[in-house]
């Protein structure tokens, strides 16, 4: 560790770590666990003495259990995670006036979205993260003072300790201490509310409660959200109207008042309560120099999506691939770039469709929400699941470019059936229907040796049958003949014929800003 009386360490000494994350929540966990995985040195900085054990994100879905696939905890995650089949908006008296589709076949081949218990997310990551012996984690260090050189940063903490890196990345919520000391603007997209927030464990005994996995209640007097949040607990969730009193509101005497038509104090255990103001803000830029943001500290918004976790959790696993590239050195600085650029305008379509699901649900006027609840009651169509592209380096005009990739199961030459990247692993994949001409074939070679990329032509190449033709399928649809997939699953880009699978390969070296 640098010590505290040097202000300015320079690049001959020895750095204490390749990348610093400030922050232990889901984000700073799943990107030290991403980035360990890879063999990468790093430290997590938490301001607190443990982990924070109060419940706050209760959702995720299908493309977030493929990151914690990729983590290699998607099975102890399965064990604490419940599927979340019915979102449902719910008119005053209970009665069902629209449904969200949560029970799609998802393209990451998981159950599409799930509910879960904060504290238990936290306990099953940082079991794996614990068990990385590169990963260092520091509780209690809280940091105070941020200076970035030329080639790594330096973090005061709070107990005069300096820790340097390569590169540090702010996962320390929306209060970001990382975000402040780099002077990163963020900009506000105006939605606010105050919601009072109510965590309950049904007693033993207690009479089964008949609840909505997820329920938006469209009640101008108050409007309301109730919902299973694992297999032991629910929440609910009112929003503060003229006249509430937010401290009044969060005594545990009003909360059971608001609670009384479902379970009363003997049936159930108050776990937490607290008024929390929903908000929809986005960092101005998500890089700065060395430094990058993830989860809240880079983009906070509305929950009505159930959107918050899984958005910061994208980021790690974006950042995490970006990041090895570079540290690797088979990519140059600049691809960190790319990191904003993609990430960005995803966040921003999930913020503005939260929004507007937030202005259906938060309306207190009782004629344009009863003209709210009509039009939902009347509607013929659902709408389509809500799966925005991510943005940047990708090849204009691309029907499938940053659009996510599928993962089907893949029967292996043994007979057995397993998802397809416990087979062929993570990292960059090219999938084809056809075999490779010879230019491809060679550039495929040159890609698996500088960037490990896999290929595999769907229903010949090394014994391994497509169960359900959900590849051939999903590229028949689109019109291409070839996937390249990043590490994330995002597609980058596709060709249409044989011909142009050389072409696509060549592309990826200046779109990720390859040195080798």
Not at 35 to 54: D, P, Q
């Amino acid at each position: 560790m640098t010590p505290s009386g040097d202000p300015h360490p320079t690049s001959a000494d020895p750095l204490d770590a390749d990348v610093l994350i400030v922050g232990y929540g889901p984000v700073g966990q799943s990107l030290a666990a991403l980035l360990g995985r890879a063999g990468h040195h790093v430290i997590v900085c938490e301001r607190r003495s443990g982990r924070y054990e109060t419940p706050r994100a209760g959702h995720f879905d299908h493309e977030i259990m493929r990151i914690f696939q990729a983590m290699g905890t998607a099975d102890a995650v399965g064990r604490i995670a419940d599927p979340a089949r019915l979102y449902e908006f719910l008119d005053p008296g209970g009665e069902v006036l629209a449904r969200l589709p949560r029970d799609w076949d998802a393209p990451s081949g998981w159950e599409a979205s799930y509910h879960f218990y904060q504290p238990e997310l936290e306990e099953v990551i940082d079991a794996a993260v614990q068990e990385i012996p590169t990963v260092d984690l520091r509780f209690g260090n809280a940091v105070v003072d941020l200076r970035q050189y030329d080639d790594h940063v330096a973090v005061t903490m709070a107990n005069g300790t300096v820790v340097t890196a390569r590169y540090a990345v702010g996962a320390d919520g929306a209060n970001s201490v990382v975000r402040d000391l780099c002077d990163i603007g963020t900009e506000d997209l105006g939605f606010r509310g105050d919601w009072l927030v109510a965590d309950i464990r049904p007693k033993p005994g207690a009479p089964a409660l008949d609840i909505p996995h997820t329920g938006q209640v469209l009640n101008p007097e108050r409007p309301n959200h109730m919902g299973r949040v694992a297999q032991r607990y629910f929440r609910w969730e009112f929003m503060l109207v003229d006249g509430d009193d937010p401290a009044e509101m969060a005594t545990p005497d009003n909360v059971w008042k608001l609670l009384r038509p479902w379970l009363g104090p003997d049936e159930g255990e108050l776990i937490r309560q607290t008024v929390y103001q929903f908000r929809s803000i986005v960092a101005e830029t998500f890089r700065a120099g060395s430094v990058l943001l993830a989860g809240d500290a880079a983009h906070v918004m509305p929950p009505f999506l159930g959107q918050g976790m899984s958005s910061g959790i994208r980021d790690a696993a974006t950042l995490a691939w970006i990041l090895d590239l570079v540290l690797s050195g088979a990519a140059d600085p600049r691809l960190l770039d790319l990191y904003t650029a993609s990430r960005r305008p995803q966040v921003l379509a999930y913020i503005e469709e939260s929004i507007r699901i937030g202005t259906v649900v938060c309306e207190t006027d009782p004629v344009r929400a009863a003209q709210r609840r009509e039009t939902l009651r009347s509607a013929t169509a659902l709408p389509p699941p809500f799966q925005p592209p991510v943005g940047a380096g990708f090849r204009a005009g691309d029907p499938l470019a940053g659009y996510l990739g599928v993962q089907p199961l893949l029967r292996a030459a043994d007979g057995r059936t397993r998802r397809c990247d416990d087979i062929l692993g993570n990292g960059f994949t090219l999938f084809s229907l056809a075999e490779l001409d010879a230019a491809a074939a060679a550039a495929v070679t040159e890609l698996e040796r500088s960037i490990g990329l896999r290929s595999l032509v769907v229903n010949a190449a090394h014994g391994l049958d497509v169960d359900g033709e959900m590849f051939s399928r999903w590229m028949k649809e689109a019109g291409v003949i070839a996937v390249l997939v990043r590490p994330d699953f995002y597609v980058l880009g596709s060709a249409s014929e044989p011909g142009e699978v050389s072409g696509l390969l060549a592309s990826l070296g200046p779109a990720l800003s390859l040195t080798r």
